[in-house]
Nanobody, 119 residues
Framework: QVHLVQSGGGSVQAGGSLRLSCAPT????????MGWFRQAPGKNREGVAT????????WYRDSVKGRFTISHDNSKNIQYLQMNSLKPEDTAMYYC????????????WGEGTQVTVSS
């Protein structure tokens, strides 16, 4: 479990782009998995994109495929979520998360950053 700090949220018009960043506040172990989640008002938190840095494998929610890209800068230990062609339905609080070094179970979370997309 590590403390994760996020940045990059904001308000944009539909069709616009944003890039979210997330990094631990201290040097830490290598996480098996990294991911991004979001929660809209009145809805449960849902996975948006995840990746396993060691293998390069990634997963995306169907609704964001082709528009969002998860990545990791190994040298800086920063994970990103590039969001393009944003839609109003993408409006939510976005959270980054990381797993421990052994299994892909998310146990470290950022405090969230708001993304608002207007039509």
């Amino acid at each position: 479990q590590v403390h994760l700090v996020q940045s990059g949220g904001g308000s944009v018009q539909a069709g616009g782009s944003l890039r979210l960043s997330c990094a631990p506040t201290e040097s830490t172990y290598r996480s098996v998995c990294m991911g991004w989640f979001r929660q809209a008002p009145g809805k449960n938190r849902e996975g948006v994109a995840t990746m396993a840095p060691s293998s390069g494998g990634s997963w995306y929610r169907d609704s964001v495929k082709g528009r969002f890209t998860i990545s990791h800068d190994n040298s800086k230990n920063i994970q990103y979520l590039q969001m393009n062609s944003l839609k109003p339905e993408d409006t939510a609080m976005y959270y980054c998360a990381r797993s421990g070094p052994a299994v892909c179970e998310f146990d470290s979370w950022g405090e969230g950053t708001q993304v608002t997309v207007s039509s």
